[in-house]
């Protein structure tokens, strides 16, 4: 269990992946805010899709004045 709180000003970003196209599908809903289980093959991408989905919240949250708290439970 790995949990992140990130205040404002203070997300860095070094990003260096890129998604598959159904790897995009599976972050969607949880990119929007809503609460998302994703459940897909081994070897699949998921930790990628939760690293993307991390990632947008937090470029998200360095914009704002509100507290983020992101779990990422594997």
Not at 14 to 21: A, E, V, Y
Not at 29 to 56: H, Q
């Amino acid at each position: 269990l790995i949990s992140i709180i990130i205040f404002r000003n203070q997300a860095t970003k070094q990003r260096t992946f890129k998604l598959r196209l159904y790897q995009v599908e599976l972050a969607e809903n949880a990119v929007l805010g809503r609460n998302t289980i994703i459940c897909s093959e081994t070897g699949s991408g998921k930790t990628w899709v939760a690293l993307d989905i991390i990632d947008k919240h937090l470029s998200q949250a360095a914009l704002s004045t509100h507290t983020l708290v992101i779990t990422f439970i594997y």
